[in-house]
């Protein structure tokens, strides 16, 4: 199968020395998707590769076979932000992004870690 795929270092192009592809062209057969990888994405085989497969996501992917295709790009939910009250009357934000979560305390910036976010 052939597929057309955008380059995402396209949009980049002008901090690059060489010259940047739009779309890059890839033959390969569909794969089943490894289970440490993000289900939003395609997986082909590439023998020449040392892996064996090539890796990208399915927003990317403009034609498969010469027919146009549309993935939609699934848009992470916005950070949710919480203010939450400290043990002596201060205030302190704790920020939840996906996994990531944040704290404005000074506990958090030592330790990456603070009893404002286990509560949370």
């Known amino acids: 199968m052939r597929y057309v795929v955008r380059n995402p270092m396209y949009d980049k192009r002008h901090i ?15 794969l089943p998707l490894p289970s440490w990888v993000e289900r939003e994405s395609i997986c082909i085989s590439a023998p020449e590769l040392p ?30 932000v919480i203010l939450v009250p400290g043990s002596k009357g201060a205030s302190y934000t704790v920020t939840i992004d996906g996994a990531k979560k944040t704290c404005t305390c000074a506990g958090f910036s030592f330790r990456r870690s603070c009893k404002h976010i286990i509560n949370v």
């Open 16 to 30: 690059y020395q060489f010259h940047i592809n739009e779309f890059d062209v890839f033959y390969g057969d569909p």
């Open 51 to 80: 892996a064996k497969m090539r890796i990208f996501p399915k927003h990317h992917v403009m034609k498969i076979d010469d027919k146009s295709v549309e993935f939609k790009q699934k848009f992470a939910d916005s950070p949710r």
